[in-house]
T-cell receptor, first 115, second 111 residues
Framework: DAGVIQSPRHEVTEMGQEVTLRCKPI?????LFWYRQTMMRGLELLIY????????DSGMPEDRFSAKMPNASFSTLKIQPSEPRDSAVYFC?????????????FGSGTQLSVL | EDQVTQSPEALRLQEGESSSLNCSYT??????LFWYRQDPGKGPEFLFT???AGEEKEKERLKATLTKKESFLHITAPKPEDSATYLC????????????FGKGTSLLVTP
């Protein structure tokens, strides 16, 4: 299995532009998570899905952020408009329920820089 | 609200010098405590899950233990390839599969 695949690996954009981050979870996994990592705040959960349905989006910082999961093999995190304080590494992770052990598999992340 | 505090923030060891990393937590209804390893430029990689006080798990030079208030990650005779950031996380009975992470301990093992 290729693992969790995120794209792009790096994104540099200007303030006010729309940014779309993409994630392909591991096949057969029914949970998908979006995390953001900064030096100051560490890893923060933004939102997670179960069977393509958003379960908890309380970590989404504001209305500028939105996430979708149209099917079991694809999810997007969109920021519109982007701001410099959104600069961070964004990770997607997936997991499979019912395995007897909760284990998240993370992608390699998207390094976002908003100028 | 769940709180996870890791110490020290950074640790430098010589190869073969054993030590422990600490993770203190406050959670209502612990569902699980997790340890992950993160290498630079990569996503966190799963190491262990502990579910109840007194539980221990081992993997190569790493051993994780759990009490009602904290967890330790013991590193025995570390090697340079053990250098990484080690992250602790918890989930509670209400958060389901969502993990709340600490800020991590950055470990450097020198030859």
């Amino acid at each position: 299995d290729a693992g969790v695949i995120q794209s792009p690996r790096h994104e540099v954009t200007e303030m006010g532009q729309e940014v779309t981050l993409r994630c392909k979870p591991i096949s057969g996994h029914d949970y998908l998570f979006w995390y953001r990592q900064t030096m100051m705040r560490g890893l923060e959960l933004l939102i997670y899905f179960n069977n393509n349905v958003p379960i908890d989006d309380s970590g989404m910082p504001e209305d500028r952020f939105s996430a979708k999961m149209p099917n079991a093999s694809f999810s997007t995190l969109k920021i519109q408009p982007s701001e410099p304080r959104d600069s961070a590494v964004y990770f997607c992770a997936s997991s499979r329920a019912g395995t007897g052990e909760l284990k998240l598999f993370f992608g390699s992340g998207t390094q976002l820089s908003v100028l | 609200e769940d709180q996870v505090t890791q110490s020290p923030e950074a640790l430098r060891l010589q190869e073969g010098e054993s030590s422990s990393l600490n993770c203190s937590y406050t959670v209502s209804g612990l569902r699980g405590l997790f340890w992950y390893r993160q290498d630079p430029g990569k996503g966190p990689e799963f190491l262990f899950t502990l579910y109840s006080a007194g539980e221990e798990k081992e993997k190569e030079r790493l051993k994780a233990t759990l009490t009602k208030k904290e967890s330790f990650l013991h590193i025995t005779a570390p090697k340079p390839e053990d250098s990484a950031t080690y992250l602790c996380a918890v989930s509670n009975s209400n958060s389901g599969y969502a993990l709340n992470f600490g800020k991590g301990t950055s470990l450097l093992v020198t030859p």
